[in-house]
């Protein structure tokens, strides 16, 4: 296996480069405000297509995690890891048909600013500040991480190079604002999937080629069913089988995936509802735009969203069968570190087996995914901060400009953080693991407090805090005393624990001030077009079709 890109694969890259640079510089100049306008460079308001949403948001939820981390746990665990994608498709429909009315026609910008016009102004500063440590301790640092580790594999330049470059390729794009992140995204989301199948492609003709008789794709697949039949199943039982924990040891595949316990408790909904629906960087995509044009875009994104498995699942179920077959040496060795099975490996290795030319298009597919996504999430960050804590805290009277100007610092200073600490996080076994789980202290929380402030007219500001600084204590409490217990069911424990505690606690004050500060809420708004409920249960029906075939 030859570390590095050769000639022809710079040359594909710097095409993609040069052509995302270029675009992004024609939308800065001939789509931007021709004034100084902070709506416009935080969300783009009003100017985003359907299909620009659907792209920006998939290209931001696709990056390094499901690239590296998720194909790593693929290699783990199997076909299961796609439950994420499935789910997260299924949820983003949901989002679109009850969420986002809810949002635009309550003239919601930001998710503190949705807490503050629900509950008060206490909650939503506290919720900001926790927002803001969650995306740049864990989701900004940990797509440097994987996304240089990806790098370092596919390159042979060493992890900081690789991640200081990431770092300043994402800060230029993040600087013109969300219209440019918006349109850029469409760019990246293109090369993400065609790479990304290229990969997925080759993969499965490398498995054929190895382990079978060269006879193609299909008998790759055929391959993966023969040879691991225990990675073809979306759900597990406890003690089913144990995998690779990343550490040197094993690890109860339920343990990660709890089979239907993830869904009756609700892990895997609070996931997904959390993330897509209660996620700054997810819903600012969509927020500035109106409804329809949101509807449609979010439901374009859930068709991408169930094409992912195909990209980010396969291949590391292909790198899976080629190590355990000890079928190339070049894999085995890059998988395994110091006599670690290191299941973040797989996908990086496994890019370096690609031909030349080939290579540079999926290292141009990877860095579109991871370089898309840190823009995103560098966006929501300098939104929040300017928008929920700045100009209420310091400055309430920063003109338009300057808005601007101090969101460009608030991007700057939120990256050179996350690069500072993304090192550290060598010392995780799997990186999907670790954002899921330690995202999954505070999620719980924050869904108990949205959901009954969407829909029920007595949530109060009180049982909304309780249900805020219950979440982190209740998840590391369960973790500590309770080990055995699934990441996913704890937080599905913890959800029910703070709704409870939200509903008490409301009901006891249900007589205060709160009550006049319910949302507008018209049932006429969740009506959807013939067209999206076609789409919608178009959608459905695939999901049904794929659990029914590979249960």
């Known amino acids: 296996m030859k570390l590095g890109l050769e000639t022809p694969d710079y040359l594909i890259f710097l095409i993609y480069f040069v052509v995302v640079a270029s675009y992004g510089f024609w939308v800065y100049y001939n789509k931007g405000s021709k004034t100084t306008d902070s709506k416009d460079f935080f969300l783009a308001e009003g100017s985003l297509t359907w299909w620009a949403i659907g792209s920006s948001i998939i290209a931001s939820n696709i990056s390094a995690e499901q690239f590296i981390g998720m194909s790593g746990q693929a290699f783990q665990l199997g076909l299961a890891i796609s439950v994420y994608e499935l789910v997260g498709g299924l949820s983003l429909v949901i989002i679109a048909v009850y969420f986002l009315p809810i949002y635009i026609r309550n003239g919601i910008y930001t998710m503190p600013q949705f807490l503050e016009l629900r509950y008060d ?27 240089a580790l990806s790098l370092e594999k596919m390159t042979g330049f060493n992890y900081m190079a690789c991640a200081v470059f990431l770092t300043v390729f994402a800060i230029i794009i993040t600087l013109g604002g969300m219209k440019v992140i918006g349109y850029t995204d469409v760019i990246q989301v293109v090369c993400l999937v065609i790479g990304g199948l290229a990969t997925t492609y080759l993969a499965l003709q490398l498995l054929s080629d190895k382990v079978g008789t060269g006879a193609g794709v299909f008998e790759g697949l055929s391959l993966i069913k023969e040879k691991a039949d225990s990675h073809m199943h979306l759900m597990f039982s406890p003690g089913q089988y144990q995998v690779h924990d990343g550490r040197g040891g094993f690890i109860d595949a339920y343990q990660q995936l709890p089979g239907l316990m993830m869904f009756v408790i609700g892990g895997q909904w609070i ?60 894999i085995v060795n890059g998988i395994t570190d110091a006599g670690i099975v290191k299941p973040d490996n797989a996908y990086p290795v496994l890019l370096n087996i690609l031909p030349v030319g080939l290579k540079g298009l999926a290292f141009a597919a990877l860095t579109a995914a991871i370089v898309a996504s840190l823009a995103g999430k560098a966006n929501s960050i300098s ?21 601007v100007m101090l969101g460009r610092v608030a991007i700057v200073v939120s990256f050179v953080i996350a690069l500072a600490i993304s090192p550290f996080l060598r010392n995780f ?5 670790y954002i899921q ?16 402030g969407f829909f029920w007219k007595k949530a109060a500001t009180q049982g909304a805090l309780a249900a805020a600084m219950l979440s982190i204590p209740l998840s590391a409490l369960i973790k500590i005393q309770l080990p055995e217990v699934p990441f996913l069911n704890r937080m599905g424990i913890v959800f029910w624990l703070c709704t409870v505690a939200h509903v008490l606690i409301s009901l006891m004050v249900s007589h205060g001030r709160n009550n006049d500060k319910a949302l507008l809420v018209h049932a006429e708004w969740f009506k959807t077009n013939n067209a999206f409920r076609a789409g919608a249960i178009a959608l459905c029906g695939l999901l049904v079709l794929i659990y029914v075939i590979f249960w």
């Open 437 to 452: 789980e330690y995202t999954g202290f505070i999620s719980p929380g924050i869904l108990s407090i949205f959901l009954l």
């Open 121 to 147: 102004k206490r909650l939503a500063t506290i919720m900001a500040v926790f927002w803001l440590f969650l995306y740049i301790l864990v989701n900004l640092t940990s797509i440097i991480y994987l996304g």
């Open 383 to 403: 939104t929040i901060y300017m928008l929920d804590i700045h100009k209420k805290f310091f400055n309430k009277n920063l003109d338009e400009k300057r808005t």
């Open 429 to 433: 076994g799997q990186g999907f693991e």
């Open 271 to 330: 996931v997904n509802f959390n993330y897509f629906g209660c996620n700054q960087y997810m819903t600012q995509r969509a927020l500035g735009a109106d409804l329809t044009t949101a509807r449609n875009g979010v439901l374009f994104a859930a068709f991408l969203k169930i094409l992912m498995p195909f990209i980010v699942v396969l291949p590391g179920l292909a790198a899976y069968v080629l190590f355990q077959e000890n079928a190339d040496q070049a």
